[in-house]
């Protein structure tokens, strides 16, 4: 085997690995797979031999591109219009079928919005410690800094999460079956219905990026989030309008379609009483590029 074959089945067994680095850094699978190539590059410039680990090497160089990435897109962000949400990772609706990095940690998109209120190097402590178990010592050496500094980075960066992570114990079927009745009073037009599947904290947030219509604000309480659904569905409807039952990073959710094009995708969170606590929305067209119908359409059969 020749060492360039060598330096990509290397960077192909931790690929997963490294995309599920970059996309809890960026909140978007398109930057992550440009991290990748760019990682790719440096790794191809590297003599393979002499490196001892490997997989370790090759986060710590996706993770400071990452950092670099996620610097500059806070300055876009302060731009954007509307509510900000990650791009969807969407799967088939059965739990063999959902996506590996989904299944192994909790990529849901309330956390990714948790982690967006992270300075980066927070984020990629959090990250390398909390969810991959990299050791504090392997982490500073990863960011050219002092294991006690990463030590405090990591502890203040737990402690934010851990005040604002979700706490959802509804099971799978619960959500799931929420979120079917929540789409068929909608679709029914049926208001009270809808009202009484919601929490009365319920949020709901939509992201349409200034391209397509969404709410500006976050919508709170049952009345306001029925009222503005029925208004888009009444005052917007979608031609040859098709909804699909997926999984939206490992969560209960909807593809909608008009056509063959994708509208929108929405998430659902559901506390353990079944109700519905927050939705998510996501209409932007450039974060449902990734979005396609084959991966999920072959399951319904």
């Known amino acids: 085997m020749t060492t360039a074959e060598r330096a990509l089945d290397l960077f192909e067994e931790h690929r997963p690995v490294l995309f599920g680095v970059a996309y809890r850094m960026l909140s978007s699978a398109a930057d992550a797979e440009d991290i990748l190539q760019d990682a790719w590059l440096k790794w191809s410039a590297v003599d393979v031999g002499t490196v001892e680990a490997p997989r370790a090497y090759l986060t710590r160089i996706v993770t400071n591109l990452s950092i670099s990435r996620l610097r500059s897109a806070a300055v876009q962000r302060e731009s954007y219009v509307g509510p900000w949400l990650p791009e969807p990772l969407v799967t088939a609706s059965e739990p063999d079928a959902a996506d590996g990095m989904a299944r192994a940690e909790d990529v849901s998109l309330a956390m990714l919005v948790v982690l967006e209120t992270l300075s980066p190097l927070e984020r990629a402590v959090f990250i390398l410690k909390e969810v991959f178990g990299y050791p504090y010592a392997e982490i500073a050496g990863m960011l050219d800094r002092s294991e006690a500094s990463v030590r405090q980075v990591g502890s203040r960066a737990r402690g934010h999460v851990e005040a604002r992570r979700p706490r959802y114990d509804a099971p799978a079927e619960v959500r799931r079956k929420a979120t079917d009745e929540f789409l068929a009073a909608c679709l029914g037009g049926d208001l009270n219905e809808m009202m009484e599947l ?28 029925c009222r503005w659904l029925i208004g888009v569905m009444t005052n917007s409807p979608l031609p040859d309008f098709s909804a699909h039952p997926v999984d939206v990073n490992g969560r209960p959710g909807y593809v909608f379609l008009s056509g063959d094009r994708v509208d929108s995708v929405v998430c659902a969170e559901v506390d353990e009483a079944g109700a519905i606590t927050a939705l998510r929305l996501i209409r932007n067209p450039e974060k449902l590029e990734r979005v396609r119908p084959e991966d999920w359409q072959s399951s319904e059969g």
């Open 198 to 225: 919601l929490a009365p904290d319920v949020t709901a947030w939509t992201d349409g990026g200034g391209r397509i219509r969404a709410a500006l604000r976050p919508l709170t309480g049952p009345e306001k989030v």
